[in-house]
């Protein structure tokens, strides 16, 4: 069962590029890695999956390093509507793992 | 994208009733859902996995015959909390994956907006 582990929280100012990072260390061969968004008393929305390298989309990007074991969200000029928590989960094409969320980052931006 | 909803968005109920919640995909077929328990401040718990036409897998540590799971249509799961007592209160969310159409995005779940249960 991949485990993931995020920072708890972070905090940044408006505009101001944030890049949250996920670990991974124990991600199988056919693992994706998924990251959802959560605003207070809704579902969860999908941000960005990838599998290597760099994928871009019109809200974040995603990079993951060869080996995997980690991978960084990174969402563009913040702003305060980006105020959430952010998850990773990874898992394979049969959806096993990645039904597991771990902690989350509380991402708070701040005027 | 593909649309979840959940019935009711919030409930209130007494001690020892029984509540259900409503799973919809709106513009899929889901043969596959999940629904979820997250309690304040904290991440979302799986609670079951529910398949069409088939019984519902529950994690451990999570009472089948109080969290009652019905997936009778490739677009409805209910949920149903019996006997509710105010331990349950929680947000229950219930999520959908369409596994028809096998693709690398094929494990991507659509979650509903989640539905509010305070038992008093």
């Known amino acids: 069962l991949a485990k993931t582990t995020q920072p708890i929280s972070m905090d940044s100012y408006e505009g101001q590029e944030v890049n949250i990072t996920c670990s991974h260390n124990?991600?199988?061969?056919?693992?994706?890695i998924t990251w959802y968004q959560q605003f207070p008393s809704q579902g969860p929305r999908f941000i960005i999956q990838g599998y290597k390298t760099k994928v871009t989309n019109e809200v974040a990007s995603l990079f993951i390093p060869a080996d995997r074991k980690s991978s960084t969200l990174s969402l563009p000029r913040v702003s305060l509507s980006d105020t959430a928590v952010y998850y990773c989960l990874v898992g394979d094409q049969t959806g096993a793992n990645n039904l597991f969320f771990g902690t989350g980052t509380r991402l708070t931006v701040i005027p | 994208g593909a649309v979840v909803s959940q019935h009711p968005s919030w409930v209130i109920c007494k001690s020892g009733t029984s509540v259900k919640i409503e799973c919809r995909s709106l513009d899929f077929q889901a043969t596959t859902m999940f629904w979820y328990r997250q309690f304040p401040k904290q991440s979302l718990m799986l609670m079951a996995t529910?398949?069409?036409?088939?019984?519902?897998?529950?994690e451990q540590g999570v009472e089948k015959d109080k969290f009652l799971i019905n997936h009778a249509s490739l677009t409805l799961s209910t949920l149903t909390v019996t006997s509710a007592h105010p331990e349950d209160s929680s947000f229950y969310i219930c999520s959908a994956r369409d596994l028809v159409g096998f693709d690398f995005r094929s494990n991507e779940q659509f979650f509903g907006p989640g539905t509010r249960l305070t038992v008093l």
């Open positions: 529910s398949n069409e036409g088939s019984k519902a897998t529950y």
């Open positions: 124990n991600i199988a061969t056919n693992d994706y």
